[in-house]
């Protein structure tokens, strides 16, 4: 058998167990549904003075703006930098909670780190907790503090890494909030 013949029995297989869950489910005419929303502002990394000298110096001549084409990796960094220095100094983004009954759905912007789903989880006040990234909005990779520290590439700074260590800590106080208040 080919690997097409081998997706479809697979598929089939997952199909008939969520059939026979379905079959078994408890179903409820009034269900209540809540939602909550709060926007953060987080803060982007500073550019100091010296950072931008040394990008400067790196990309020499050519522009931010011109294609990165044949770059090496510290000229695409240099670019990335010089081009955030024209982002604001924040990013306002939303956190969300939509929950029916004792199941909730938290929607988070970004790309978070799996560690942030594990932390939610606990202490929850909800019996089961889906967690939902890259929701409503994109604001790059959201690192753990310990991912930092560590100097996994999602950390270094660039558009799609450009907020403050702490935002994970910010977007999950928010999300935190949130559940609470429902």
């Known amino acids: 058998t080919g690997p097409w013949e081998h997706a479809e029995h697979v598929a089939r297989l997952l199909a ?40 400067r110096k790196t990309l020499g001549d050519r522009s931010p703006h011109d ?6 990796r510290d000229d695409v960094y240099a ?26 759905f938290v929607a988070m912007p970004g790309e978070m780190f799996a560690q942030f789903a594990v932390d939610l989880a606990e202490g929850s006040p909800f019996s089961t907790l889906f967690k939902i990234e890259l929701a409503n909005d994109y604001i790059g990779y959201v690192p753990t503090l310990r991912a930092f520290e560590e100097g996994s590439y999602e950390t270094w700074f660039a558009r799609s890494s450009k907020l403050v260590p702490e935002a994970g800590e910010m977007l999950m106080d928010g999300a935190r909030r949130l559940m609470t208040s429902l």
């Open 79 to 104: 670019r990335e930098l010089l081009l955030l220095d024209e982002d604001p100094e924040a990013v306002d983004t939303e956190t969300q909670v939509i929950a029916l009954d004792d199941v909730a």
């Open 16 to 55: 008939m167990n969520v059939l026979a869950l379905v079959e078994q489910m408890d179903y409820s005419e009034d269900g209540k549904l809540r939602v909550a929303r709060e926007t953060l502002s987080i803060p982007l990394r500073p550019i100091t003075d010296e950072m931008r000298a040394e990008a």
């Open 67 to 72: 294609p990165a084409d044949g770059y090496s």
